[in-house]
């Protein structure tokens, strides 16, 4: 079965550059979540989208803007990149955004 | 969301089944109790799911108790593949509530040979 894409998996920026993650849902699911999780800590909610408007919105820094496009694809844009934003990033999608959330393998963001 | 406990950590042998616990007290009759895993850096793998009553699938069973305050994810033959950090999650899911995962400790499971 297709699961959650996301790119790029592995990412090098240094201070204060910008950086942009992908995530394309499982066909015909209409909701994404965007989680963070730091070295040694549980994954924590970033924002969420339900048809291409934001639905939900957890502890994103205001460097960090998200969409979700006519495809349901999405992207996290990240600016002024700060050495502790070095995380794996996850995405997850589910169905009507009531149902079961399934995540991809997740962007490891490294910042220098 | 209601808070969940978990035990920090358990062990087990392989080809044994792997009982870990959850309490999930404040829990409100239209959250569901939720399972997932995290195989080391991976994305979190969706386990099991269930509201009142157990539920089995291929990978593992959920007993909830009849009070809804506490559950267990059975892991029936545990492999050493089964080695993750598995978190309980109680989540509302309905209406208008396009709802976030809360993440919280969650158990190590540690499958030994």
């Known amino acids: 079965a297709a699961g959650v894409i996301q790119s790029p998996r592995h990412l090098i920026k240094e201070k204060r550059e910008t950086a942009t993650l992908k995530c394309y849902p499982i066909p015909r699911h209409d909701t994404v979540y965007w989680y963070q999780q730091g070295p040694g800590q549980d994954p924590q909610f970033l924002i969420s989208?339900?048809?291409?408007?934001?639905?939900d919105k957890g502890s994103i820094p205001d460097r960090f803007s998200a969409q979700q496009f006519s495809d349901y694809h999405s992207e996290l844009n990240m600016s002024s990149l700060e050495l502790g934003d070095s995380a794996l990033y996850f995405c997850?999608?589910?169905?009507?955004?009531?149902?079961?959330?399934?995540f991809g393998p997740g962007t490891r963001l490294t910042v220098l | 969301d209601a808070k969940t406990t978990q035990p920090p950590s358990m062990d087990c042998a392989e080809g044994r089944a792997a009982n870990l616990p959850c309490n999930h007290s404040?829990?409100?009759?239209?959250?569901?109790v939720y399972w997932y895993r995290q195989i080391h850096s991976q994305g979190p793998q969706y386990i099991i799911h269930g509201l009142k009553n157990n539920e089995t699938n291929e990978m593992a069973s959920l007993i909830i108790t009849e009070d809804r305050k506490s559950s267990t994810l059975i892991l029936p033959h545990a492999t050493l593949r089964d080695t993750a950090v598995y978190y309980c999650?109680?989540?509302?899911?309905?209406?208008?509530?396009?709802?976030?995962?809360?993440f919280g400790q969650g158990t190590i499971l540690t499958v030994h040979p």
């Open positions: 989208f339900y048809e291409k408007m934001q639905s």
């Open positions: 404040t829990i409100s009759g239209n959250e569901y």
């Open positions: 997850a999608s589910s169905l009507r955004g009531a149902d079961t959330q399934y």
């Open positions: 999650i109680v989540w509302f899911a309905g209406g208008t509530s396009y709802g976030k995962l809360t």
